[in-house]
Nanobody
Framework: QVQLVESGGGLVQAGGSLRLSCAGS????????MGWFRQAPGKEREFVAA????????YYADSVKGRFTVSRHNAKNTVYLQMNSLKPEDTAVYYC?????????????????WGQGTQVTVSS
């Protein structure tokens, strides 16, 4: 069974940091684009960051650029999202996703596998 499992979410004060991890199992994700998305209550799921299979291409949403860093460790089948200088508006459920083929994408529908999400809450 192919799975992506996120961890590392929690409650943090504004200005704090969290590191999310996403561990894959059931297949290797080393050739996939890996993305992070988030969804706040009452809002659509939105793109946060994505990284190509070798880390050579990385995209960020403007809202997180300079604060968040995406990375991956292919031997561990894991992708990370380091989140610094967190703001209350970063509060959401964070999802990791894998895109099997194609160029790196910001679009939800272009991702093939999804995790269950991890809650990040930033208090003011």
């Amino acid at each position: 069974q192919v799975q992506l499992v996120e961890s590392g979410g929690g409650l943090v004060q504004a200005g704090g940091s969290l590191r999310l991890s996403c561990a894959g199992s059931g297949r290797t994700f080393s050739g996939d684009v890996m993305g992070w998305f988030r969804q706040a209550p009452g809002k659509e799921r939105e793109f946060v960051a994505a990284i190509s299979w070798n880390g050579g291409s990385i995209y960020y949403a403007d809202s997180v650029k300079g604060r968040f860093t995406v990375s991956r460790h292919n031997a561990k089948n894991t992708v990370y999202l380091q989140m610094n200088s967190l703001k209350p508006e970063d509060t959401a459920v964070y999802y990791c996703a894998a895109q099997r083929a194609g160029t790196i994408s910001r679009r939800v529908y272009e991702y093939d596998y999804w995790g269950q999400g991890t809650q990040v809450t930033v208090s003011s």
